[in-house]
Nanobody
Framework: QVQLVESGGGLVQPGGSLRLSCACS????????MGWYRQAPGKERELVAD???????HYVDSVKGRFTISRENAKNTAYLQMDSLKSEDTAVYYC?????????WGQGTQVTVTS
């Protein structure tokens, strides 16, 4: 069984930075990819970034050059460094992890970008 616990959301001004963390506990050795989705009010959930077990990363176009995803395998933790935040980044961010054909989700963390 896999459990994901997120932390690091909050309120920030435009241009600011936040770092999200996603810590895995349980059977983390079965995890392949990890990443984040986000969902803004009235919008569909979208994939923000993910990272494979071999370190390959993928980003949605709107965050390229501003967000950086990384993974510390020894701590079973993934990170999403978010810089140059914009109001349109405001959403609930959900960490996820894939093991085989199963997807596991964190509880979600609110990111609000406002002046």
């Amino acid at each position: 069984q896999v459990q994901l616990v997120e932390s690091g959301g909050g309120l920030v001004q435009p241009g600011g930075s936040l770092r999200l963390s996603c810590a895995c506990s349980g059977s983390c050795f079965v995890i392949n990819a990890m990443g984040w989705y986000r969902q803004a009010p009235g919008k569909e959930r979208e994939l923000v970034a993910d990272i494979n077990s071999d370190g390959r990363t993928h980003y949605v176009d709107s965050v390229k050059g501003r967000f950086t995803i990384s993974r510390e395998n020894a701590k079973n933790t993934a990170y999403l460094q978010m810089d140059s935040l914009k109001s349109e980044d405001t959403a609930v961010y959900y960490c996820y992890a894939v093991s085989g054909v199963s997807a596991h989700w964190g509880q979600g963390t609110q990111v609000t970008v406002t002046s």
